[in-house]
């Protein structure tokens, strides 16, 4: 409907008049008119309200997105360069190691009326994890036992997909889905399941 009206629009004020406009295919369906850019995420400050004298944030991504939509874009691949427990909770995970839980919150809230004030304009929005996604992020195989060593420090390599997609995905339903960097396969060998959800 939006790129409809915006071309039935165009139509008409280049022709000035109602002749040009016509039917011209019944698919509904569109083509992915992407764009990437880097998640929005600000400091904890930033989220957490603090005042700044520079111009808000919100209203530059405002303005972004009514370019995109303009431009008869349909959808924003928003690629991570921070680690996923910045904006994502896990069930059972150490609040001593990694952000707050305000700070998550925080960064959940801003994060949802970004992708909604892009939904609402047409745009649907995929996060794109990279490497820096999994950093430090639990494993559910991890044991929880004082006695247990410490794990190796792997860059994230035993950090399975399975814990960080419904994370994810149950923290903004907002998301039209989830990208997988190349990068995320070649961390470590992950089971058969992981490679089945990487390619489909």
């Known amino acids: 409907i939006l790129w409809g009206s915006q071309d039935l629009a165009d139509r008409i004020i280049a022709a000035r008049r109602l002749e040009p406009v016509f039917l011209e295919a019944t698919n509904r369906r569109l083509s992915l008119r992407a764009i990437a850019l880097p998640l929005p995420l600000p400091e904890a400050s930033e989220s957490l309200g603090a005042s700044e004298a520079r111009a808000d ?7 972004s997105v009514d370019l995109l939509s303009r431009s008869r874009f ?10 996923v427990r910045r904006f994502a909770e896990v069930s059972g995970r150490e609040s ?5 839980a305000p700070e998550i919150k925080a ?17 649907d929005c995929y996060l794109w994890l990279t490497r820096a996604s999994l950093e430090g992020w639990p494993s559910p195989n991890a044991s929880s036992s004082p006695e ?10 035993e950090q399975p997909l399975r814990t960080v997609l419904p994370a994810i995905l149950g923290s903004y ?24 959800i990487a390619e489909n």
């Open 107 to 123: 960064h959940q809230e801003w994060l949802k009326s970004l992708f909604r004030m892009a939904h609402d304009r047409g745009l």
């Open 173 to 196: 339903p907002e998301l039209a889905g989830v990208a997988l960097d190349s990068d995320i396969l070649a961390l470590a060998a992950p089971p058969e399941r992981n490679f089945w």
């Open 57 to 63: 944030p919100r209203e530059q991504w405002r303005a």
């Open 148 to 157: 247990a060593e410490p794990p190796e420090e792997t860059g994230g390599a």
């Open 74 to 83: 349909n959808a924003i691949f928003l690629r991570t360069t921070q680690p």
């Open 96 to 100: 001593s190691a990694g952000p707050s």
